[in-house]
């Protein structure tokens, strides 16, 4: 089938946020339904759970989960309330259970009760993505304070490990964990110091996490995009920078979630990729130069 749909490009409206950001509130609205993407029944009966659930890549990933046959269990900051709940709908509508666990993968007491609900709702647990992130524009490292180091590596690595570790006591062999990274960490940025030096930690805690489970037969992956179009950059991004992000990709656009989320289908499935763990996959809209 041709392809049909459509994508928006820049210029965008110049616009601005407080952080974390409201996806309800970004013009034009990100694109998470994948309208062309039909389900195969690749994740039946699994369940997984998603940090940075409520919007973004997290909402995207989440609705095609949940069209592969797949409950998930949503993590969002209570300020994303309203990004949650329309995630929550997006699931159930397409015939699937949705859990909403409200708060912080910075507290590693969080992470353990948020795994625990979702075992005690869904009866399992066999896909975790790591996803949730925090960043914030510097000119220089002069103007990074301790208060953004902390929370920076808090939220993208501590977060990440923290969740990890309270899922393995109840991941079985077939289990896949996917980590979101970022072309930051490979190629790093002149101001995402703090954010582009946890996008590398993530790519190497994927590689040894997946060293250090490979005999557990449990799987661990990393999706790398470059630019997105998501609430995380309306909320750190000046309005006029805004207004041409992505623009300097080859194909002159951020991505939309949607063109992002099948990846970590691709990741999740052990139809498709049961023979794959450790890499890092880049979705750079034309770029090829990253390694």
Known sequence: ????????????????????????????????????????????????????????????????????????????????ESDAQTTRRAVEAEGRRALLLAGDVQQSEFCVKAVEQTVAEFGRLDIVVNNAAYQQHQDSIEDISDEQLDRTFRTNIFGYFYMVRAAIPHLKPGAAIINCGSITGLEGSKQLLDYSATKGA????????????????????????????????????????????????????????????????????????SYITGEVLTLLGGETTAA
């Open 1 to 80: 089938m041709a392809r049909t749909q459509t994508h928006p490009q820049p210029p965008f409206p110049p616009q601005h946020q407080p952080k974390p950001g409201i996806e309800s509130k970004i013009r034009p609205r990100p694109q998470y339904r994948a309208p062309e993407y039909r389900g195969a029944d690749k994740l039946k009966s699994c369940a997984a759970i998603i940090t940075g659930g409520d919007s973004g890549i997290g909402r995207a990933v989440a609705v095609l989960f949940a069209r592969e046959g797949a409950d998930v269990a949503i993590v969002y900051l209570p300020a994303e």
């Open 202 to 273: 993530i790519h190497a805690f994927t590689k040894s996490l997946a060293q250090n489970l490979v005999e557990k037969h449990i799987r661990v992956n990393c999706v790398s995009p470059g630019p997105v179009w998501t609430p995380l950059n309306p909320s750190d991004k000046p309005a006029d920078k805004v207004a041409q992000f992505g623009a300097d990709t080859p194909m002159k656009r951020p991505a939309q979630p949607e063109e992002i989320a099948p990846a970590f289908v691709f990741f999740a499935s052990n139809a498709d990729s």
